[in-house]
């Protein structure tokens, strides 16, 4: 073992764990937005709406406004099969299709009430294509919305690294 290539590496790679953060520190969920997708634009309004459906904004704040919609495109974009990526593209079309058929609009334009009609009936459909569609999206737009930095820090109380170190604690033995 060469000790002095095994230190140099040790060194660069300590020097670039320590520029991470505050490299990352300036990422925001904008930045998300300027990256080419394979999703069309149609696409992406449709997967944004099926994101707004599943965690509405209510009260609090929702899947939109802590950026699920971009987490999803990108999620799919850069971590699913090309299989995958074409089923969720094929069920967003046909999802739109579903809703112009039905009630006239695109799914988009339907109200809260249309488009939760729309998704349940793919939930329980028969098709396997269209449960895994509705399963993927309803399983990573709620990973996407705990995961958020607002969701995390407002209301899951999570406490960002290293935490509070409790010193010398006496031990009752």
């Known amino acids: 073992m060469n000790r002095r290539t095994s230190l ?16 990352a520190q300036e990422w925001s969920i904008s930045d998300l937005s300027k990256l080419p997708s394979a999703f ?35 999620l799919i974009d850069n971590c699913y099969d090309a299989d995958v990526q074409e089923n969720v593209r094929t069920q967003l079309s046909a999802l739109d299709d579903n809703a112009k058929n039905t009630y006239g609009n695109p799914f988009r334009s339907c109200d809260q009430l249309q ?5 349940t009936k793919m939930s329980v459909s028969e098709n ?12 990573e737009t709620i990973r996407g919305f705990n995961t958020s930095r607002e ?20 031990v009752n033995a």
């Open 128 to 139: 396997q294509k269209e449960k895994d569609f509705f399963d993927l999206m309803k399983s």
């Open 151 to 170: 969701v995390m820090l407002q209301y899951l109380n999570y406490k960002i690294l290293p935490g509070h170190f409790y010193g010398c604690v006496d």
């Open 40 to 74: 069309l634009a149609s696409h992406q309004e449709i997967l944004a709406s099926v994101a707004d459906t599943i965690i509405p904004p209510g009260n609090s704040i929702g899947a939109l406004s802590v950026g699920v919609d971009k987490f999803l495109q990108k």
């Open 8 to 23: 140099k590496n040790l060194l660069v790679a300590t020097g670039g764990l320590i520029a991470l953060p505050a490299w």
């Open 115 to 119: 488009r939760e009609t729309l998704l």
